[in-house]
């Protein structure tokens, strides 16, 4: 790997990437594939260096196997394959270049990437993969995951000319074996496995000949879409039968066999419940019809059969991308949810160790439901009410959390089964207020439904008896907005409860989460003291605050906020509050470069001035705001006399907080046109620390002011590195002392 680095850590370039690289691939196509796949490639290095990709990368999705989600690489790969998907959603020219591209990189990480774009949008680019594909590729480790997959989801969508071509190179397969006397034994197992992906998706020769050969050889491995598997779950996670084995038997052996099974408590790494629940899952994914002739057979079945049933038709759905029988799924669910034993199991005990349990339902039911509502991929619309009365059933069974008793209160609203449940029928809400507004129905039919179920969980809520609500309240304010605004503006101190402090601290956790501006929201959030009481509240997590802040100053740049008049904002600058308004300068600070960059300019200006002049009159020593002030230096295009005061005032704290490069870089950028002014900034910056990063821009600096005829600053800086010891600038003076000298003597230097 090369040793590149970015300006943003490899944590907050995944943040910037995360939420927008799918938009670029849709709006910008190629480019942005294009762009973020160069910078991907600079960080690995060479072709070479990729070599081992399937090592540091053991999935182009994100998969629990990769080890290395945080760094550089992996989250440009995020990025590239969001981009790359948002692309190639439909089937135009620029779409198919964008998957032959990829597929035709030296990069085999990139290579990977196409495959697995081919794999999520088949019907669009699939055809692609086919022209690309190369027959080494079906046995080689680097592309072996991604390769798996795009058989398993794609293979029912093959043509007869590639289903053709697939089977060639499975027939004509000769793998490089170390051991030549166990070629035939090791090419028919690598048969064995290339065909598995595809078994049971309605191809009798694939079926007849996998068969053949998992009778020669046995079955596949574990997790066979993995060469190597990492896990750090316990070896009594064993089922006692292989899921193949489950696809093949009838309805009254598979309820025989499930019923019969009783794990044996003698031996520590037998078989478990888990472990046959495992192999249920696996055979719905892999069964031609996703069980959906079995599905009503598992109403009166154990938990943790249930549990595997439904974990299948979810994976199913979601991740393989492949339809499950909707009208017989929600009549078993709606049977599991209405019974009274469901209700008993919610409040009894619980099964020891880690056996699926009812909760295990709960939360299995909730994921499919939740994965229902989509946008792009969802159950038929006259399924949404069915649905969304399931979910009610369930949230109606179990009992809400107490607000005291949750210390990460939307971590447990998006895990706890209740919370789970909960996030899912908010989702179907949304579903079928989307497919209202597209109807163009004004019936209110929806929230007829909807408005009893939230306003039940809000009674609770804001009374701090219900705090996965309190916390989604927070998360979802806006979208609730969208359900019905009357009733959200109405309740909105309700929402955020101004009758329980507990209430409240969950619902601001949960905003900490909201991700949008808008006009009503922050209008409620002001008149009701939430912003305010987020910003200075203690014992909250630091994010609360920060994405208070950050609302305050996108509204300042709406003008929903002013710099005087009583404001929130007016009242941080006017009591120098240091840490809020450091916060609000670097949120400033991520917004260069950005659409309206004029109007913003000016307003994040004026910010910088009015708090420059609060500072003098306070005559503070504040070098932690300073050094936050000197980051809108990006912003800086004309160095007025303000201008250059505040920055002087800025420069020698500008290291405080590490943001000395960033004073530097656009000192550098000003020199030119602005070249008495910048050299009085660089001197008052060497007044606090002597700038040594980047070395470019130190030079550059130094050099446009000399080429603006400014050569006594620039020889006084080169002296005063000299003086302190630094050897940064002295090729810069040799160099500049020559041009003096050849200037003085012309003579002397055509000679």
Known sequence: MSDRVGVLDSYHLGEALKASARKLGERCGSGAVDMLARRLGEYIGSPEDDEYSYIWRSAIEDHEQDAHKEDARAVLVDAVRDAALGATSSNTPEALAVARALLQSPYP?????????????????GTIFWECAKDKWFFDLRYWHELYWL????????????????????????????????????????????????????????????????????????????????????????SPVAFDALVGMSDAELVAFLKGFVPDSRSWDGPTYRGLASSISAAVRASEDGFARRIGLFADLARPYQYGLLRGLKQRWSDDKRDIDWQATLSLVQKIASSPAFRADLTGDQPEGWEPSVHWVVSDIADLLKGASGTER???????????????????????????????????AINSPRGRALESLIHMALAMRREEVASNSSSGETWGSV??????????????????????????????????????????????????????????????????????????????????????????????????????????????????????????????????????????????????????TSKILAFWMKLAEQIRANH???????????????????????????????????????????????????????????????????????????????????NRLADAGEIDEAEWICNAYAERGSTLLKNTYETLRARQRALNDPGRSSS
């Open 451 to 600: 408005g009893p179920v939230l306003e039940a969980e809000l009674a609770t809520s804001e009374a701090g008896l219900n705090a996965d609500f309190a916390a989604m309240a927070g998360m979802y304010c806006a979208n609730f907005h969208y359900l019905n605004s009357e009733w959200t503006e109405a309740n909105f101190d309700r929402l955020f409860s101004s009758a329980n402090e507990g209430a409240w601290k969950c619902t601001a956790q949960g905003f900490a989460y909201q991700r949008y501006l808008y006009g009503w929201l922050f209008k409620s959030l002001v008149k009701g003291g939430h912003l305010r009481r987020m910003v200075y509240s203690e014992g909250l997590p630091d994010q609360v605050a920060e994405r208070a802040l950050q609302f305050l100053g996108l509204a300042y740049l709406e003008g929903m906020e002013g710099l005087d008049g009583g404001g929130l904002l007016s009242e941080l600058i006017a009591d120098l509050r240091v840490k809020a308004l450091s916060h609000l300068c670097g949120f400033f600070w991520t917004l260069r470069g950005k659409g309206g960059q004029s109007a913003r």
């Open 151 to 238: 058989i398993k989801k794609a293979f029912p969508r093959f043509s007869a000319h590639h289903r053709t071509q697939f089977m060639r190179v499975v027939e004509e397969l000769k793998g490089d074996w170390s051991d030549e006397s166990h070629q035939h034994k090791w090419d028919e197992i690598h048969r064995r496995d290339l065909l598995h992906p595809a078994f049971g998706q309605g191809d009798p020769e694939v079926d007849e000949k996998y068969l053949a050969l998992v009778q020669r050889w046995g079955p596949v491995r574990d997790h066979p879409d993995f060469h190597t598997y990492s896990t750090s779950e316990w070896v009594g996670d064993r």
């Open 620 to 702: 503070s020593n504040l070098p932690e705001l300073q050094s936050a002030l000197s980051r809108l230096a990006v912003f800086v295009h004309e160095l007025t006399p303000a201008a250059v005061q505040a920055l002087v005032e800025a420069a020698p704290h500008a290291q405080v907080r590490h943001h000395g490069y960033i004073l530097v870089e656009n000192l550098a950028r000003l020199a030119g046109q602005y070249p008495k002014e910048a050299a009085t900034v660089f001197r008052a910056a060497m007044s606090g620390f002597l700038p040594d990063y980047r070395e470019e821009d130190v030079i550059g600096t130094v």
């Open 378 to 412: 969802h159950v038929p619309a006259e399924l949404y009410q069915s649905c969304f009365e399931i979910l009610s059933l369930i949230l109606d069974a179990m009992m809400p959390t107490d607000a005291k008793q949750a210390n990460d209160p939307v971590s447990h």
């Open 109 to 125: 990480t990139l290579i990977r990437v196409g495959i697995y774009v081919c794999s999520e949008h088949y019907g669009a680019v």
